[in-house]
């Protein structure tokens, strides 16, 4: 069976800093891994993806992620964080299942 | 476009009441789903649909119901609601049923059982 862990309830980050999400999988054969974002009384919005190919997967909204097969790790990361990037966020993989959720607080 | 409407936003239920959320999309995707998230425990799916006419249980589907008549609505049927159904309810979709299709989500609906 498939699923994915986010270790981390809480992650507090300056504004400029880098900022990573953590998300680990456990699967069997290619992983399908997702990126979600929920920011307060709204729905999930995607950032990304991982089907196959290059293991820096870029996104949309400035986040990329990187895909490491051999720590089964797939985190979400942004070089410069913003304020307004602190939301809730999500990993899932292709079976419907969503990690815990990770808050994202940036500080000015 | 709207994408993904619910309705309503909020709700407040007596227990043992039924009550049916309502899901509706426009993108002509074949697939939807229900998904219940509680603080600490993220979201849980509760039934999916891969096209009309189809649908299945997910993770947690006990005291709820779904149908799909057509590919746009997607209602979520509480027949007797209970305290720990309490919770806010997301509906989502994505094109196709494939592994690697994103999900398109709703506001949600918060639902209050007392």
């Known amino acids: 069976a498939q699923s994915v862990a986010q270790p981390e309830d809480q992650v507090n980050v300056a504004e400029g800093n880098p900022l990573t999400v953590k998300c680990t999988y456990s699967v069997s054969g290619n992983p399908y891994l997702f990126w979600y974002v929920q920011y307060p009384n709204r729905g999930l919005q995607f950032l990304l993806k991982?089907?196959?190919?290059?293991?820096l997967v870029k996104g949309s909204y400035v986040f990329d992620s990187e895909f490491n097969y051999s720590q089964t790790s797939f985190h979400l990361k942004k070089p410069s964080a913003l304020v307004s990037d602190s939301a809730l966020y999500f990993c899932a993989d292709s079976t419907l299942t969503f990690g815990k959720g990770t808050m994202l607080l940036v500080s000015p | 476009t709207a994408g993904i409407t619910q309705a309503p936003t909020s709700q407040i239920l007596a227990a043992g009441r039924s009550m049916t959320l309502r899901c509706t999309q426009d993108?002509?995707?074949?697939?939807m789903y229900w998904y219940r998230q509680d603080l600490g425990l993220g979201l849980r799916l509760i039934h999916y649909?891969?096209?009309?006419?189809?649908?299945g249980k997910g993770e947690v589907p006990d005291g709820y119901s779904v149908s799909r008549a057509n590919t746009d609505d997607f209602p979520l049927t509480l027949a007797s609601a209970v305290p720990s159904q309490t919770s806010v309810y997301f509906c989502?979709?994505?094109?196709?049923?494939?592994?690697?299709?994103?999900?398109?989500f709703g506001p949600g609906t918060r639902l209050t059982v007392l």
């Open positions: 993108m002509r995707h074949n697939a």
């Open positions: 991982y089907i196959t190919g290059d293991n």
């Open positions: 649909s891969n096209t009309a006419g189809t649908t």
């Open positions: 989502a979709s994505s094109d196709g049923v494939t592994d690697y299709n994103e999900q398109f």
